[in-house]
């Protein structure tokens, strides 16, 4: 299969010495937008974004990576699956982009990176948009406790897919099929296996940003999150609401950890107007 046949497979650029695979999108003279995925099994920048990347390409230069461990970014030897590596890959991505400053859409795991990375460097973030956040503290849920704990076959990723979502209609044979194959493509599973190994709640508590660094974020912010998700507690959403300063919050209902996907033209247009007013 060529790498053309492949939409998960972008562009490359050197980021803190790590070639970062990368999606991107729109006019590269418009305003810059980061994308970042989750933390799931087999999870890939197209596959997180796919319903995302056109729509905000419409009027946004938009670029989403494959932060190291996950996908077809290069998984250097000796390399520390932490925060500090992954905000020093995203800091590093800008600066081979040209970008100075870019707003930031985080899913669930990519929420707690967007957070650290507005935390640690805030003049290279304009807006934040934070979806099923991680970043703050609660108890592991069973069903984040169940994704890290993934162990490859096609019923195990249909079990995880049946969390993520709300409606029964998207829990399909098809779709667990290729999301299987994906978490067994070369390297996938090694490294997803070594980044969050049991007690889980130690990788959560890591991820948090501390509340006197969020309290003190200038940037406005979008918060959003889906009222029967499973992976993470809606409680995150509220805690962001109560300690960012300059905040909104938007809940779907009938909506599970994957608002990108069970509301896409919804949260597009939710986002795309945040980031452009």
Request: hydrophobic share 45%; glycine share 10%; net charge negative.
């Amino acid at each position: 299969m060529t790498q053309q046949s492949r939409p998960e497979i972008g562009a490359t650029a050197v980021a803190a010495g790590i070639a970062t695979n990368y999606l991107e999108g729109g006019d590269p003279s418009a305003p810059p937008v980061l994308l970042l995925h989750g933390s799931g099994p087999g999870v890939t920048a197209y596959a997180n974004w796919r319903l995302t990347i056109p729509e905000l390409s419409a009027r946004l230069r938009v670029v989403a990576p494959d932060l190291v461990g996950f996908g077809f970014t290069a998984r250097p030897e000796g390399v520390r699956y932490d925060m500090d590596t992954w905000v020093a890959q995203l800091v590093g991505l800008l600066d081979a982009l040209g970008v100075e400053r870019a707003s930031v859409v985080g899913n669930s795991f990519g929420g707690a990176l967007a957070l650290r990375l507005a935390a640690r460097h805030p003049g290279r973030v304009d807006r934040l948009v934070l979806m099923g956040s991680v970043g703050v503290p609660f108890t592991i849920t069973d069903g984040l406790d169940r994704v890290w704990g993934y162990q490859p076959s096609v019923e195990a990723m249909k079990d995880l897919i049946g969390l993520f979502v709300h409606s029964r209609e998207l829990v399909t044979d098809e779709l667990a099929e290729v999301r299987y194959r994906a978490s067994i493509e070369p390297g996938f599973q090694e490294s997803f296996a070594a980044m969050f190994p049991a007690p889980r709640q130690r990788w959560v508590d890591a991820m948090v940003t501390p509340d006197p660094e969020i309290a003190a974020l200038r940037h406005p912010t979008l918060v959003v999150h889906g009222r029967e998700d499973r992976v993470i507690p809606l409680d995150n959403a509220l805690h962001l609401l109560r300690t960012v300063p300059d905040v909104r919050l938007h809940v779907f209902g009938r909506c599970g950890h994957w608002t990108q996907i069970e509301h896409a033209a919804a949260f597009n247009e939710l986002v795309l107007d945040f980031l452009t007013s």
